[in-house]
């Protein structure tokens, strides 16, 4: 009953380190999102991936790139973290317009 | 621009009273409007999903209403319960391509 399941929980990165957020979902869900949370600017959509194979862009995408390796994986890369990079991040998952599965999130500061 | 705007101000209320939290959007059009609970240091949770020609929606205490024409969704919470205390999230699918934006959030506090 895992639903979904991201890696790691916190990270602390120095200016111009990479990383790699993982994400992983067992509901069979077709579609997977990434999500970063800032206080006070709530929930904005990074890079979103309908289904298997394809990804696309959100409102937030510049500083990013994704991978979604397969129906159940889906991961964010930071290529350069900068401190602006610093927030909460948060994996979803869904099928049609039944809601949102979401992580319990990835705490990254960028240092 | 786009905008999705909930009260950034935290609603405090009495346990047993109705709480009634507010989601104001401009320049969408979306076909779907959702509401989600997010406790601290947690995920969001789906709560209920309203469609356009749906005028209001229900499920247990909770109750949703959608105003295409004022561009309003409210969401109240009957009996409230200091368990229900948390910030509520309202989003939004402007395109129908089932990829949702976020209001900022109203944080709920139900006071025994």
């Known amino acids: 009953n895992a639903g979904v399941t991201q890696t790691p929980k916190f990270q602390v990165l120095k200016t111009g380190q990479s990383m790699t957020l993982q994400c992983a979902q067992d509901?069979?869900?077709?579609?997977m999102y990434w999500y970063r949370q800032d206080p006070g600017m709530g929930l904005r959509l990074i890079y979103y991936?309908?289904?298997?194979?394809?990804?696309d862009k959100g409102e937030v995408p510049n500083g990013y790139n994704v991978s979604r390796l397969n129906k159940r994986e889906f991961s964010l890369r930071l290529e350069s973290a900068a401190p602006s990079q610093t927030s909460v991040y948060f994996c979803?998952?869904?099928?049609?317009?039944?809601?949102?599965?979401f992580g319990s999130g990835t705490r990254l500061t960028v240092v | 621009s786009q905008k999705i705007e909930q009260n950034s101000e935290a609603l405090n209320i009495q346990e047993g009273k109705t709480a009634t939290l507010t989601c104001n959007y401009t320049?969408?059009?979306?076909?779907?409007l959702q509401w989600y609970r997010q406790d601290p240091g947690r995920g969001p949770v789906f709560l209920l999903l309203?469609?356009?020609?749906?005028k209001e929606k229900r499920k247990e205490r909770l109750k949703v209403t959608f105003d295409t024409t004022l561009k309003q969704s409210l969401f109240h919470i009957t009996a409230s319960q200091p368990a229900d205390s948390a910030t509520y999230l309202c989003?939004?699918?402007?395109?129908?391509?089932?990829?949702?934006?976020f209001g900022s959030g109203t944080k709920l506090n139900v006071k025994p």
């Open positions: 979803a998952s869904s099928e049609g317009k039944l809601g949102y599965t």
């Open positions: 509901m069979n869900h077709n579609s």
């Open positions: 991936s309908a289904s298997e194979g394809t990804t």
């Open positions: 320049n969408y059009s979306p076909a779907y």
């Open positions: 309203i469609r356009e020609n749906e």
């Open positions: 989003a939004l699918d402007p395109d129908n391509f089932n990829k949702f934006y």
